[in-house]
């Protein structure tokens, strides 16, 4: 499976943006999708999931209300909605998947993208 990631770019607080991950290959509907975010200095951390089957999600509590992922078998894609963005939110993000056992935990997706940029202006 790869991963392609796309959508990032400059926002001003409050605003909103979309960002996408296009994958490709035959097993990208089985594998649960999830997007993380890496912020300059700071370890990568879990942002959103959803279960292979999108039957669940999970959210960073940090993100709740105001991100929303979504995946689109016919498209293989898994898009993150991202609206009332805040400087915090600053971070190059990474969508994964993987056969994974927990939706939030980094070390068991074994697919990855390359990153988009998200940066939020104040």
């Known amino acids: 499976v790869q991963l392609q990631a796309s959508g990032g770019g400059l926002v001003r607080t409050g605003g909103s943006l979309r960002l996408s991950c296009a994958g490709s290959?035959?097993?990208?509907?089985?594998?649960?999708m999830a997007w993380f975010r890496q912020a300059p200095g700071k370890e990568r951390e879990f942002v959103a999931a959803?279960?292979?089957?999108?039957?669940?999600?999970e959210y960073a509590d940090s993100v709740k209300g105001r991100f929303t992922i979504s995946r689109d078998y016919a498209k293989n894609t898994v898009d993150l909605q991202m609206n009332s963005l805040e400087p915090e939110d600053t971070a190059v993000y990474f969508c994964a998947g993987g056969a994974v056992a927990t939706l939030t935990l980094k070390d068991e997706y074994g697919y990855w993208g390359q990153g988009t940029l998200v940066t939020v202006s104040s």
């Open positions: 959803v279960s292979w089957d999108a039957g669940r999600t």
């Open positions: 290959g035959r097993t990208f509907s089985w594998y649960a």
